[in-house]
């Protein structure tokens, strides 16, 4: 251990000191301290054996197996060179009325140069199409399915099931959730309903107290508005009770017997019936009732028989 010495920093390392005066005097260089030499790389392009590897791995089948085709771009529909048209004007009116007022350069819009180059994409298609169609028909090949063609599921049944029972479970869900946001819904309307009647309740009786306090302090001498109440208040459970039909069975057993209501204490007499005197006569003079004449009979009164009759009776 004795032999193993660490080398001071001082000795090995260059001070900062150091270095700032060496890039002073010039001496140190950007880079690594060492320069490298730049190669320029060369590009071969050796076609022969490109060719030649090309051949190796070509397959050399029918054209059916391949169905490759190098076809030139179908012509563009009417109706796509008017809406292509269109876009390019809308585009245009866009981007000359922002802020800045550009010249619109159509070949510099990357818009609707993506509109361009999806419309070239499906014109090849098409065209390669067409000629595809062609040839196989040249060759007797079919080119629609046939109606009693089943093609085998890539899944299995009790995957669509699982499938299905979770689309089904998911459906269920959003049912409930609709049904208890309407319910939500109907309990607040139900709600405000009430509160507007009680609102529209309190309004009407703080009018009609208001009315009755003018006809106390004499103000008013109407009282339409207390008969008004009472309307309102008889048709409040059954706002048909006015044009409901008459019942006659009904009618003739309450002209017979009556219809309820009280009945002890009917006869007193009342302030309007003690000032009616209709039935009174004045002018009729009544006769003395003789106590002697041959239709007066005092009622008399079951004499027990004596105590000798009643002991005869018993023989």
């Not at 049944?157 to 869900?173: F, G, I, T, Y």
Request: a positive charge; proline letters at 4%.
């Amino acid at each position: 251990m004795s032999d193993f010495v660490l080398n001071d920093s001082d000795t090995d390392l260059d001070s900062d000191e150091e270095l700032q005066e060496a890039f002073a005097k010039g001496l140190l260089k950007p880079g690594l301290n060492e320069e490298i030499e730049k190669v320029q790389k060369t590009y071969v392009n050796n076609v022969a054996d490109l060719r030649a590897k090309l051949k190796e791995f070509e397959l050399k089948l029918p054209w059916v197996e391949t169905v490759d085709l190098v076809t030139s771009v179908a012509p563009m529909a009417p109706d796509i060179a008017l809406q292509m048209q269109q876009t390019a004007q809308r585009r245009k009116n866009i981007m000359e009325n922002t802020k800045g007022k550009k010249q619109y350069d159509p070949t510099e819009d990357p818009v609707l140069n993506e509109f361009k180059r999806e419309n070239l994409i499906h014109r090849q298609a098409q065209a390669a199409v067409v000629d595809g169609i062609k040839r196989l028909k040249d060759l007797n090949m079919p080119t629609k399915r046939p109606d009693d063609y089943f093609a085998e599921m890539a899944k299995s049944d009790e995957h669509m099931q699982k499938v299905r029972k979770n689309l089904m479970s998911k459906q269920a869900e959003q049912a409930r959730t609709e049904k208890v946001r309407q319910l939500r819904e109907q309990k607040k309307i139900a709600k405000r309903v009430q509160i507007d009647a009680k609102l529209k309740q309190a309004a009407d009786k703080k009018q009609m107290l208001e009315q009755l306090k003018r006809v106390r302090k004499g103000k008013s001498t109407d009282l339409d508005f207390l008969e008004d109440n009472k309307g309102k208040n008889s048709n409040k459970g059954n706002p048909k009770n006015a044009k409901a039909k008459v019942n006659k069975k009904r009618a003739m057993k309450d002209s017979k017997f009556g219809f309820g209501g009280k009945k002890k204490g009917s006869k007193l007499n009342t302030r309007e019936s003690s000032s009616q005197m209709d039935g009174f006569n004045s002018s009729a003079k009544k006769k003395p009732f003789n106590f002697k004449s041959k239709s007066f009979k005092p009622k008399q009164k079951n004499q027990r028989p004596g105590k000798s009759k009643r002991k005869n009776a018993k023989r």
